[in-house]
């Protein structure tokens, strides 16, 4: 069915069709209902902590039972919240800070463990990516160019081979 197809048919329907709809949609399909829950309820910043502490998690677990657990290192769990924060319409200034701060976490925790994987330093290097084309998209490039410095610059100090990939984005936006 097209939108216009949609728009046609919901024009069709009066006020308590239209409610009964909703309804059975918010009942039966969960995203459906966690958009709602948001939209009436925008919990912007407990939502933002909750996702920093499972991305934290990743790389620094709680440990369980007096025993230290291993980090995951999953850079989709964060990619799950920021998508998740998209779809729901959350601030450009809320999901650059996630999107941010996945990186720094990243590179405290590379900074106190040699980490041998090729793939982690692509993976961080992606995240870089998609952060300054995010940040550009939505004009707030500025707001967070000191955090973006500080990323790079942490890539120097920790002697990432990929360094210079880093800093090829740097280059693009300096002025």
Same mark, same amino acid.
């Given at each position: 069915?097209?939108?216009?197809d ?12 239209l409610e ?6 918010? $009942? ?7 958009? #709602?829950?948001?939209? *009436? %309820?925008?919990? /912007? ?35 799950k ?30 900074? $106190? ?7 982690? #330093?692509?993976?961080? *290097? %992606?995240?870089? /990516?998609q ?8 004009g ?33 936006f300096?002025?």
């Open positions: 069915m097209s939108k216009r949609l728009k046609k048919y919901l024009s069709e329907l009066n006020k308590e069709q009964e709809q909703i309804i059975e949609l918010y $009942e039966k399909f969960s995203p459906v209902k966690v958009y #709602y829950n948001f939209v *009436f %309820n925008p919990k /912007e910043e407990t939502l933002l902590q909750e996702c920093k502490l499972k991305i934290a998690n990743e790389y620094f677990p709680v440990k369980k039972a007096g025993r230290r657990s291993k980090p995951k290192m999953r850079r989709s769990v964060a990619q919240y920021i998508k998740h924060f998209i779809v729901l319409g959350v601030d450009p200034f809320v999901i650059a800070d996630v999107m941010l701060y996945n990186i720094e976490i990243a590179q405290t925790f590379s900074s $106190e463990n040699a980490i041998k994987q090729e793939l982690f #330093y692509k993976s961080i *290097f %992606n995240s870089f /990516e952060a300054v084309v995010f940040l550009i998209a939505n707030i490039l500025t707001d967070f160019k000191n955090r973006i410095i500080a990323i790079h610059n942490q890539t120097i100090s920790q002697k990432w081979h990929n360094e210079p990939e880093f800093n090829a984005i740097i280059e693009r300096e002025y």
